[in-house]
């Protein structure tokens, strides 16, 4: 049974950047496709990012659109989340979460695949990330 694990959050300033890794372990992430998810206080849950098992396709919501990137490292078997230029607002619990599928297209109707695979997510256990002065 695939697991996931978040790591790289803490405490950032304002403009500043961070690195979040989520890692697998048990199983191989090659046939997966990640998204990252985060939740910050009071708020629901936003669905801001996906990656495709292949790579080829990646989404962003334009809440973190140019500001952050997302690639794929398969010999470390981890999915990178590159944050720069944080703001007070991306101050969340973030999440990665996988679900088997080669054919899940990261585009702009990714979630709507997603969901209907929901049965099969795998998901971490979430990493903080603070911005503040």
């Known amino acids: 049974q695939l697991q996931l694990e978040e790591s790289g959050g803490g405490l950032v300033e304002p403009g500043g950047s961070r690195k979040l890794s989520c890692v697998g372990s048990?199983?191989?992430?090659?046939?997966?496709?990640i998204a990252w998810f985060r939740q910050a206080p009071g708020k629901e849950r936003e669905e801001f990012s996906c990656?495709?098992?292949?790579?080829?396709?990646?989404y962003y919501a334009d809440s973190v659109k140019g500001r952050f990137t997302v690639s794929r490292d398969r010999v470390k078997n981890t999915v990178y989340l590159y944050m720069n230029s944080l703001e007070v607002e991306d101050t969340a619990v973030y999440y990665c979460?996988?679900?088997?599928?080669?054919?899940?297209?990261?585009?702009?109707?990714?979630?709507?695949?997603?969901?209907?695979?929901?049965?099969?997510?795998?998901w971490g256990q979430g990493t903080l990330v603070t911005v503040s002065s």
């Open positions: 979460a996988a679900v088997p599928s080669a054919s899940l297209a990261c585009d702009g109707n990714w979630y709507s695949a997603w969901r209907r695979s929901r049965h099969l997510e795998v």
């Open positions: 048990r199983g191989s992430l090659e046939f997966y496709a």
């Open positions: 990656i495709s098992s292949s790579g080829g396709s990646i």
